[in-house]
């Protein structure tokens, strides 16, 4: 099992900038790719960002390239996710995730094998 718990989200202006966290624990880090989605009241859960366990290869939504960067300190068992330039639109509860395939930076919610409980971000217009 993996655990996940992130942090950092919370009401920013639009324009604004947040950085959420995500912190693992129970099995290697650097085992796994790591991807953030999000899910907006009424909404599915879409896909935001992905990283493989090196960092080496990235994938973004269409929505959030150039203002959104996912990271990973695999030291320290985390991974980032810096959202510059918040939209009101980006508002909903972010959730990191594992994949155990690491080499991939999966857009696939299923292709995940855990998930966190989620942060919420608000962003006000």
């Known amino acids: 099992q993996v655990q996940l718990v992130e942090s950092g989200g919370g009401l920013v202006q639009a324009g604004g900038s947040l950085r959420l966290s995500c912190a693992a624990s129970g099995r290697t880090f650097s085992n796994y790719a790591m991807g953030w989605f999000r899910q907006a009241p009424g909404k599915e859960r879409e896909f935001v960002a992905a990283?493989?366990?090196?960092?080496?290869?990235?994938r973004y939504a269409d929505s959030v390239k150039g203002r959104f960067t996912i990271s990973r300190d695999n030291a320290r068992n985390t991974v980032y996710l810096q959202m510059n330039t918040l939209k009101p639109e980006d508002t909903a509860v972010f959730y990191c995730?594992?994949?155990?395939?690491?080499?991939?930076?999966?857009?696939?919610?299923?292709?995940?094998?855990?998930w966190g409980q989620g942060t919420q971000v608000t962003v006000a217009s």
């Open positions: 995730a594992a994949d155990s395939q690491r080499y991939r930076s999966s857009g696939n919610p299923r292709d995940y094998d855990f």
């Open positions: 990283i493989s366990w090196s960092g080496l290869n990235t």
